[in-house]
């Protein structure tokens, strides 16, 4: 199956700050990834598929301009939380492989 | 997006015994999926199924795709300890693509 890799695993950034995460497809080359969010005690939530070489689509009530998505290559893509606040606060998880369905270990985001 | 109703919430068993949980959708999925997440890690593929009425085991894993493509059923027989996590069901529906739909998750407790 494929081997999605995920960096940072834990990531603490003070408020109004930017944090990138990174989401690698190690052994498939994807033209789409996806990326969930997850609040503790609670369920995945999709945020936004992404497409390599063109925009993102995000889901609904996701803010694209606070959520920025770049899949610049096939093996690469890339959340960027901007402006981050306390709310930001959770569990990223991206996803990868033919059909989507192999997970990253996810990324623990602290905003203080 | 739309949550799958997953039942039960959580479950405390001894080892050994046999473990159901099931999730059901008001929507037609084509695509039904079983994940499990351990503690700060991203969710693990147990068992996918593609076809009303499939039937598929994964060692002590047995996972069913509903004849009325609304619901699905995982089965765990003969409970050990490293069994312990969170169980989510997926769905992938006709309309959507790859996007994947969770339910909200069986916290599952096995008492040694």
């Known amino acids: 199956g494929a081997v999605v890799s995920q960096h940072p695993s834990w990531v603490i950034c003070k408020s109004g700050t930017s944090v990138k995460i990174e989401c690698r497809s190690l052994?498939?080359?994807?033209?789409?990834m996806f990326w969930y969010r997850q609040f503790p005690k609670q369920s995945l939530m999709l945020m936004a598929t992404?497409?390599?070489?063109?925009?993102?689509?995000?889901e609904q009530g996701v803010e694209k301009d606070k959520f920025l998505i770049n899949h610049a290559s096939l093996t690469l893509s890339t959340l960027t939380v901007t402006s981050a606040h306390p709310e930001d606060s959770s569990f990223y998880i991206c996803?990868?492989?033919?059909?989507?369905?192999?997970f990253g270990s996810g990324t623990r985001l602290t905003v203080v | 997006g739309q949550q799958l109703n997953q039942s039960p919430q959580s479950m405390f068993i001894q080892e050994g015994e046999d473990v159901s949980m099931n999730c059901t959708s008001s929507s037609i999925f084509n695509t039904w999926l079983w994940y499990k997440q351990d503690p700060g890690e991203g969710p693990v593929l147990l068992i996918a199924?593609?076809?009303?009425?499939e039937l598929t085991s994964n060692g002590r894993l047995t996972a069913q795709f509903g004849i009325t493509r609304k619901d699905s059923f995982l089965n765990i027989s003969a409970s050990i300890p490293s069994d312990v996590g969170i169980y989510f069901c997926a769905g992938r529906r006709e309309t959507s693509g790859s996007r994947l739909t969770f339910g909200e998750g069986t916290q599952l407790t096995v008492n040694p």
């Open positions: 199924l593609y076809k009303a009425g």
């Open positions: 052994d498939f080359q994807a033209t789409t």
């Open positions: 992404s497409n390599e070489g063109s925009k993102a689509t995000y």
């Open positions: 996803s990868s492989g033919r059909d989507g369905y192999t």
